[in-house]
Nanobody
Framework: QVVVEESGGGLVQAGGSLRLSCSVS????????MGWARQAPGKEREFIAA????????YYADSVKGRFTISRRNSENKVALQMNSLKPDDTAVYYC?????????????????WGQGTQVTVSS
């Protein structure tokens, strides 16, 4: 059983920064693929970032590339998303995702375990 829980959302002004954190519980031997997706009201969910089990490979959607950084600490079963230069278009519920069947996955359909989301609101 894999349980995913994210936190760290909040209200920030455009140009500001936030750091989201995600805690994952499950079999320690599983090399989870982990990533982040977001969904704004009335819009489709967008997969935005992923990091491999070894931390040697990362993926970013064009919409966040150069501004967001994903990282993980396997010893603590955590993954973080550092978000800089935030824009109003970044306003969304952010979801952390994990799956034990992959060491790396860059599309949301590969992830079977999701957190409940944390709200990020960027004001203009």
């Amino acid at each position: 059983q894999v349980v995913v829980e994210e936190s760290g959302g909040g209200l920030v002004q455009a140009g500001g920064s936030l750091r989201l954190s995600c805690s994952v519980s499950g079999p320690a031997s599983n090399p989870y693929a982990m990533g982040w997706a977001r969904q704004a009201p009335g819009k489709e969910r967008e997969f935005i970032a992923a990091v491999s089990w070894s931390c040697g490979s990362t993926y970013y959607a064009d919409s966040v590339k150069g501004r967001f950084t994903i990282s993980r600490r396997n010893s603590e079963n955590k993954v973080a998303l550092q978000m800089n230069s935030l824009k109003p278009d970044d306003t969304a519920v952010y979801y952390c995702a994990a799956d034990p069947d992959y060491t790396m996955a860059t599309t949301e359909d590969r992830y079977n375990y999701w957190g409940q989301g944390t709200q990020v609101t960027v004001s203009s």
